[in-house]
């Protein structure tokens, strides 16, 4: 029967390999300057970026290779962030989804909450606004993680 110290040096250790975990990024966008930027802005990080061109190669990139967090441009040449966020809700676990735009007005990013989108990201991107959205995603994705930690030493 495990003891309460046992409990404690799995959750310990669990919480050692969360802190170690490289995350992955899939940046969608036909623009090579958007994914660029991102791998210079979030470098010093524990994220990495792994990009696509279209939709459809986004999608079966993330069925291949689940991975938390999707940065979408807002048009591609197949489809939308819509089409992208309706896609990644059918996945078993479906990434935050992240839009990116020109035009990232009030508008667009009432729109992209109200239909289940994490936040929208101006272009061209301003490091401290990335980095702020992703360690804000990397708090949340953590604190999961943390509970799952916790719920499996209970």
Known sequence: ?????????????????????????????????????????????????AQARTCKEAIARLRRKPMPVVICDS????????????????????????????????RLWAEVLNLGGYNVLAKPFRESEVQHVVSTVWMREHGQMQQVATASGA
Request: charged share 20%.
């Open 1 to 49: 029967m495990p003891t309460a110290k046992t409990d404690a040096t799995r959750s310990s250790a669990l919480t050692s390999r969360i802190k170690l975990l490289k995350l992955g990024i899939l940046s969608i966008s036909t623009a090579p300057t958007d994914h660029a930027a991102l791998r210079q802005i979030l470098k010093d990080s524990r994220w990495r970026i």
């Open 75 to 106: 048009a591609l040449p197949d489809g939308t962030w819509r089409d992208v966020l309706g896609q990644i809700n059918s996945l078993a676990h479906p990434p935050v989804l992240i839009v990116t735009s020109r035009l990232a007005d009030e």
